[in-house]
């Protein structure tokens, strides 16, 4: 005696009301399949396209891609112009340089440092020789 786990023997289909219960019990199980692949290829389709477009402009506008918002690109462009608004508005503007620098001497001053006693000593040694 079989059990429930072995098949039983193939019968071939021999009517159309045989044929006709046969598609009737497999096909929603497959067409249903086939609905939710496409559904899910059709899903991971737009989810590249986002990223390309996402990082095709963030390449051009110098935006970081996860700072973008927006699904198409046109939406991406301007979420980047946006952005680039509000950067160059909040930005600390540079700060000018003073018109003159308090570290230049005259020519009459001298350049280098003062130098120490025996320092100096030695420098006078030196121009007394003809050395400098």
Not at 54 to 59: G, I, L, Y
Not at 90 to 118: F, I
Request: no cysteine.
């Amino acid at each position: 005696m079989p059990d429930a786990d072995t098949p039983t023997e193939f019968e071939p289909i021999t009517t159309q009301e045989a044929a006709d219960a046969y598609v009737a019990s497999h096909l929603p199980d497959d067409y249903q399949h086939a609905i939710d692949r496409a559904a899910q290829l059709e899903k991971d389709l737009a989810d590249s396209q986002r990223a390309l477009a996402a990082s095709q402009v963030a390449a051009a506008t110098g935006v970081p891609v996860e700072a973008l918002t927006g699904t198409t690109r046109e939406e991406l462009e301007a979420s980047a112009s946006l952005l680039r608004q509000w950067r160059d508005q909040t930005a600390p503007k540079p700060k000018r340089p003073p018109l003159h620098d308090t570290s230049l001497k005259s020519g009459a001053a001298s350049s280098k440092e003062p130098l120490s006693p025996k320092a100096a000593a030695a420098a006078a040694l030196r121009a007394m020789r003809g050395h400098e």
